[in-house]
């Protein structure tokens, strides 16, 4: 009896359903992590240090892959998150982020779930993120190595670098200016004195005489 006491909490921790995964945005303490977060692992597959590690990585794939030129969502970064479960597969990930729907406006968001049994990584919400999905397969496929070695951290990291690499926007031309940015150097709103433009033409300057004599007497 006291042995299928023990079972019970194991059977229970299974996660057949995306229903039954917490949400770290609202369930953190669920997650294993103490605040507010990106990263969920209810049954403890990696260490507290990892998974900061990788809530981490999570924020910096966010920023590397924003933009600055374009409307709100043209601009927003890919939203992460990541959950650790001892089984899951693609469907189960996408289910996943339907579930939670943590950019329901621009649908810029994924989810990389990690399937520990078969030592497999998934990614929900790709295609509708904008990512290319051979170009996701590739990533993944490239991590391989390192999650059949044990290395799951750094696999997982690989990943979201690259979606971060995939997502980035593109570098703007020499010479690009974005009139969004504070402090460029945006020649339609800074008139420069010292420009070939600034000098004055005589009838401007007759115009101007005429107006400072017609105010003085």
């Given at each position: 009896m006291l042995y299928?006491?023990?079972?019970?909490?194991?059977?229970?921790a299974q996660f057949t359903s995306p229903n039954e995964v917490p949400n770290p945005r609202t369930n953190f303490r669920e997650c294993k992590m103490r605040s507010i977060a990106r990263v969920c692992d209810p049954t403890e597959i990696l260490s507290e240090q990892d998974r900061y590690r990788l809530n981490t990585g999570l924020t910096n794939m966010?920023?590397?892959s924003t933009g600055q030129m374009g409307t709100f969502c043209q601009t927003k970064g890919v939203e992460g998150y990541f959950v650790a479960l001892p089984h899951a597969d693609q469907a189960f990930a996408d289910a996943l982020l339907e579930k939670w729907q943590p950019d329901a406006q621009c649908r810029k968001s994924v989810v990389v779930v990690l399937s520990k049994d078969d030592n497999q990584i998934h990614v929900g919400g790709a295609k509708k993120a904008g990512l290319n999905e051979n170009d996701l397969s590739a990533v993944i496929a490239s991590q391989q190595q390192n999650l059949q070695q044990g290395r799951t951290v750094q696999?997982?990291?690989?990943?979201?670098?690259?979606?971060?690499r995939m997502a980035a926007?593109?570098?703007p031309a020499p010479g690009t200016v974005d009139n969004r940015v504070p402090g460029s150097n945006n020649n339609n709103n800074n008139f420069n004195w010292n420009g070939p433009n600034s000098a004055l033409s005589p009838a401007s300057l007759l115009t101007l005489l005429v107006t400072f004599f017609a105010f003085m007497f």
């Open positions: 299928l006491l023990f079972l019970l909490p194991l059977a229970a966010q920023t590397r696999a997982v990291e690989g990943v979201l670098q690259g979606i971060g926007p593109p570098t």
